[in-house]
C-alpha cells in the first residue's frame, strides 16, 4: 500500500486531503497495539507460556515504547490492574499463576499493592503512594513508590506488618488496554530487581472481580 499512494502521490493523481488521509492510515497505531497485546498477554497467562507469542508480546511492548506516546494520568485511576506478563529477572511478588497488581489512584497518588501467595486464602496487601520525578509529558515517564504498611490476610485473619521501602516506577506506555512498566533499578526491599519489565491489564480482562474486591478493601 505504501508503494501504491507513493505512486499516486508522484503522478499527480492524489489530492493533499487523500494524502493526509492515506499518510494517517500508515502511522502505526498505539491503541491496536494495545488491544492486541492485552489478548496475548491473558493468552499466556490463561493457556501457558508460549514461545512465539512471547516473541509477540516483547515485540509489542518494544515498538509501544519506542512511540513515546504522551503519559494520560486517567489511565493510571481505576481498579486492580493484573500483572499478566513479566520478562527480566522475576519479581519475588509473583509467586506462580497468583494473581498480583496494583490499584493507582492518580487524583491522590495513592497505590495498593495486591498479591496472592496461596490463591485468595492468602494474600499480601500493602499500601503507599507514588510521585511523578519528572514534569515530562511523554512516556517513558519515572515515578517513586513508597510502601508505608501492609497486611496479610489467612483464611479471615488480618495480621498487620510493618513493611516499608521505596523503588522506582519506569511508565513505558498506559492506556485502557494495557500497562507497560520498567524497573530502572533495585528496589530499597529488595522486591524487584533492575531490568524488569511487566505488562499490566484490568481484573476484568482475566476475570478476576473478586480479587479486585480484596485488594480495594471490599467484600469478595
Request: proline share 4%; aromatic share 8%.
Amino acid at each position: 500500500r505504501f508503494y501504491r499512494v507513493a505512486r499516486d502521490c508522484a503522478s499527480g493523481r492524489m489530492t493533499s486531503v487523500a494524502l493526509c488521509m492515506c499518510a494517517l492510515s500508515l502511522v502505526p497505531n498505539p491503541a491496536a497495539r494495545s488491544q492486541r497485546l492485552q489478548q496475548l498477554v491473558v493468552q499466556q497467562r490463561t493457556a501457558g507460556p508460549d514461545r512465539a507469542r512471547a516473541t509477540e508480546i516483547d515485540g509489542l511492548i518494544a515498538e509501544l515504547a519506542a512511540g513515546r506516546s504522551r503519559f494520560d494520568r486517567r489511565a493510571f485511576d481505576g481498579g486492580l490492574w493484573v500483572t499478566a506478563y513479566t520478562s527480566g529477572r522475576l519479581p519475588l511478588w509473583r509467586v506462580g499463576d497468583n494473581i498480583a497488581g496494583q490499584a493507582y489512584d492518580a487524583r491522590d497518588g495513592t497505590v495498593v499493592n495486591y498479591a496472592e501467595i496461596l490463591g485468595p486464602w492468602l494474600t499480601l496487601r500493602a499500601e503507599g503512594t507514588f510521585t511523578a520525578d519528572d514534569s515530562t509529558a511523554r512516556c517513558p515517564k519515572d515515578f517513586t513508590a513508597t510502601v508505608t504498611g501492609g497486611a496479610v490476610e489467612c483464611a479471615g485473619l488480618r495480621l498487620t506488618l510493618p513493611i516499608q521501602g521505596t523503588g522506582s516506577l519506569r511508565v513505558l506506555y498506559a492506556d485502557r488496554f494495557a500497562r507497560v512498566f520498567s524497573t530502572p533499578s533495585d528496589n530499597s526491599a529488595g522486591w524487584e530487581k533492575e531490568g524488569l519489565v511487566a505488562c499490566q491489564v484490568p481484573a476484568a480482562a482475566v476475570g478476576a472481580a473478586a480479587a479486585e474486591a480484596r485488594a480495594l478493601g471490599a467484600t469478595a
